[in-house]
């Protein structure tokens, strides 16, 4: 067996860590697992939760954020969230639970705001700002950036992972999101996070 290095990052948010395992995490999408309920589909974010001082996990395209929670000291939690990591990578063990398609989570678009058909140009500008500019950026501090919906100038925007709950994530809001936006797309106003 191969020795594996795990790279550390640290993000904006300082209860959270960013991971680099070395390896595609993801293969499309990411996910994010806020409470230990949610991580009931994927052994390894259980795994983490199952450490006590973890308040989130995150999984990305190449990268697992680890948030910890109110109080934890990351100098003696950090050895266990990588005892873990270096664990199932190194067994090659599958990121979710198998499972029949009912017991897949999927996040339902009743999060986001339905759309007017009439602003479809402007979605479809925000949409392409947003997976162009804004989530690269955003998953280089280990978070993503999910557009949940546009109305009457005002754009809805999830923040997950190490985004969530940070402090910086309002001025990155206002003064990078929203002003790229206006930037290019004039109709929009005011960018909101949900």
């Known amino acids: ?21 070395g390896t595609i995490v993801m293969e499309s999408g990411t996910r994010d697992f806020a409470s230990p309920e949610d991580a009931s589909v994927s052994p390894l974010a ?23 929670a109110p109080g934890s ?17 190194s067994a090659q063990m ?11 989570h999927v996040p339902t678009e009743e999060e986001g705001f339905a759309d007017d058909p009439a602003d479809a140009d402007i979605v479809a500008q925000i949409k392409d700002l947003i997976e162009t500019r804004v989530r690269p950026a955003v998953a280089n501090d280990g978070g993503d950036i999910v557009y949940r919906g546009f109305d009457k100038g005002h754009v809805y925007l999830k923040m997950q992972g190490a985004c969530s709950g940070c402090p910086s994530s309002t001025a990155t809001l206002k003064h990078g999101i ?5 930037h290019y797309v004039p109709e929009v106003v005011e960018v909101h996070a949900v």
């Not at 795994?47 to 948030?67: H, P, Y």
């Open 94 to 104: 599958p990121l979710f639970k198998a499972g029949s398609a009912f017991d897949i």
């Open 46 to 68: 259980e795994a983490l939760f199952s450490l006590g001082d973890v308040e989130g996990v995150f999984f990305g395209r190449d990268f697992i954020s680890v948030t910890a």
């Open 178 to 182: 929203e002003s790229l936006l206006k």
């Open 73 to 89: 000291d990351w100098l003696t939690l950090k050895p266990d969230v990588l005892s873990i990591l270096l664990d199932h990578f």
């Open 1 to 21: 067996m191969s020795a594996m290095l795990i790279e550390t990052e640290l993000t904006p948010n300082p209860a959270t860590i960013k991971f680099l395992p």
